[in-house]
Nanobody
């Protein structure tokens, strides 16, 4: 499994910004996808954004965050950054980084059961 270390959560007012980072213990060639999920109290875990390594090399976003969040891998590809702008109170949740070593196509990136490794989570709280 890939070890994942998250950082960057915190509290911010609506309209503010935060940057989350996820450092993976293995080089990008060892996994198919790095993603961020989030879970708010009483709600199901949902996919936020995903980065596919290999031939795809693309990023994907949930509709709820498109245009506000940006997922960027570093040059080595074992750290991804989630830039979160224009935050809303509904973005408040525990955010988890996840890595998938097995191959699957981009259409399935929101299926959390496809991910083998998970970080410990970092809390994001947005006040109105």
């Amino acid at each position: 499994q890939v070890q994942l270390l998250e950082s960057g959560g915190g509290s911010v007012e609506a309209g503010g910004s935060l940057v989350l980072s996820c450092a993976a213990s293995r080089y990008r060639s060892r996994y198919n996808c790095l993603a961020w999920f989030r879970q708010a109290p009483g709600k199901e875990r949902e996919g936020v954004a995903a980065f596919f390594t290999g031939a795809d090399g693309k990023t994907y976003y949930a509709d709820s965050v498109k245009g506000r969040f940006t997922l960027s891998p570093d040059g080595a590809g074992n750290t991804v950054y989630l830039q979160m702008d224009r935050l809303k109170p509904e973005d408040s949740a525990m955010y988890y980084c996840a890595a998938a070593e097995k191959y699957f196509t981009s259409g399935y990136w929101t299926d959390d059961y496809r991910y083998d490794s998970w970080g410990q989570g970092t809390q994001v709280t947005v006040s109105s």
